[in-house]
């Protein structure tokens, strides 16, 4: 959006408008969890393995700040705190999530997560790592966007914007994969491109946002990320 931010798609993380481009591989940050980077799921990947399995480099460039671990729920919360979301006000109201969520969050609410955020310019990338079971990363991912929030609106300081929104499923990444694009109308400065996939024991997003977000582009960060939390989780 023209203010600068974006509710980051993804259900992941609020950051501002900042980064698109490809990864480089390598392992996570320091945490700043506000919960216990020590948390558990069934399948047992703690938020702190999880941090470690996170990207650190995007074109070369380091993480905009250190990651984030803990249950998901608080990871995507602090984030969207600290981007001053809650601020805008969205219509349909219904839409403040599901537009731009890309999964269902409470399937995976209490799960160990991870996050990391890069800046490139004037485009930006955000990766999340969310361990599950498979039946909560199918519950997660078989949720779609509601025909009513394929367009929606969002009004932050005064000014209004308007939204679309796609998805499809992909090929390629993990064993389920899909792509969410979010457009604001009148602009190309503002396209983001989410990617939300499947893999053994834990759900995987990366987003880039900025005038060189594509799709194509997304995939291929997507591949990346997914192949690095692969060897890492191993």
Not at 64 to 89: H, L
Not at 97 to 102: N, P
Request: net charge positive; hydrophobic share 40%.
């Amino acid at each position: 959006m023209a203010s600068g931010r974006w509710r980051i798609a993804s259900g992941l993380l609020i950051v501002p408008a900042v980064v698109g481009g490809l990864a480089g591989c390598s392992g996570g940050g320091q945490s700043t969890a506000s919960t216990s980077a020590s948390t558990t799921a069934s399948n047992g990947f703690t938020a702190a393995k999880l941090q470690k399995a996170l990207l650190t480099q995007v074109n070369g460039v380091a993480a905009a700040a250190p990651a984030t671990s803990g249950k998901y729920s608080s990871v995507s919360q602090a984030s969207a705190s600290k981007a001053g979301a809650s601020g805008a006000q969205v219509t349909p109201k219904a839409c403040s999530q599901a537009a731009t969520e890309g999964f269902d969050p409470s399937a995976l609410a209490g799960s160990p997560a991870a996050a990391v955020t890069f800046r490139v310019g004037t485009n930006g990338v955000s990766e999340v790592l969310v361990s599950s079971t498979a039946k909560s990363a199918t519950t997660a991912l078989a949720s779609n966007v509601p025909a009513e929030c394929k367009q929606y609106k969002e009004t932050i300081g005064g000014k209004t914007y308007t939204y679309g929104v796609q998805e499809k499923s992909v090929s390629g990444v993990g064993s389920q994969a899909k792509v969410l694009n979010v457009h604001a109308a009148g602009t190309k400065a503002v396209d983001l491109w989410s990617l939300i996939y499947r893999g053994t024991g834990f759900v995987g997003t990366v987003t880039v946002v900025g005038p060189n977000a594509s799709e194509q582009a997304v995939q291929q960060l997507g591949q990346q990320a997914y192949a690095f939390a692969v060897k890492s989780l191993s």
